[in-house]
């Protein structure tokens, strides 16, 4: 009787291991009770962690700053002012610059070039044509009229000076001679109106109406005497008389 039950038994349990069951599991993967954590399943991925936000930039400031205080009164004078800074230098157009140079050029208020020496002295406009000084240089104008400054002072020289530059423009002249000497009767025998003379016309009153002055030649006074190219008077016309055969 017994050993018919057991036989039954191990009947059963042959029967129910052939027999599919696809549900059996489910009730293993109903949702835990409240309060009780879920169960994990074997091979769900993780869920992904979320990064921090950066740290703003006024945030990096005060922590960099953290440890930093305050100067004192007393110590704020001790630490150096900054050194101010220098106003931007402007800019002037080449064309600007140019037309200032030819307004002063009109105007006769441009500097001179000078070559002054022992035995020479020669000044023109800057700007002045090369071949007008060459000329000049060279004896080719022939001068209108001539002063001649022995015997004079210097006070006595610059008014004379002065007043036949001023007569000669005035009458449409554009060469003169001014004979200032070589100062061989002078103290030392220092030529002192001729250094005077240059001054005179390169700064003097009558520098709006000069062009160039030089040494004359020597069948003119050589060292001891100036040419002196006067401008055109704006309201005479006289062109500038060249002497016949003045290079021999």
Known sequence: MGQERARQASARQSDAALVHRPFSALNRLV???QGLAPRRVRGNTPA???????PSDSALFLDAVAGVKPLGARDRERVAQPVPARPNRKVTHPDAEAL???CDLVSGSA?????DSDEYVEGAMVGLDPRLL???RGGEFAF???LDLH???????RAEVEAFLTRAYQAGKRCVLIIHGRGRN??????VLKSKLTTWLARGQSVRRILAFTSARACDGGVGALYVLLRRHRHIKRPIRVTEGAKS
């Open 48 to 54: 992904p962690r979320v990064s921090a936000p950066p």
């Open 151 to 157: 015997g004079m002072t210097t006070v006595e020289a």
């Open 31 to 33: 949702t835990a009770p």
């Open 111 to 115: 500097p001179f070039d000078i070559t």
């Open 134 to 136: 060459r000329r000049l």
């Open 186 to 191: 002078s103290k030392d025998q220092i030529p």
């Open 100 to 102: 200032a140079e030819l």
């Open 144 to 146: 209108q009229a001539h």
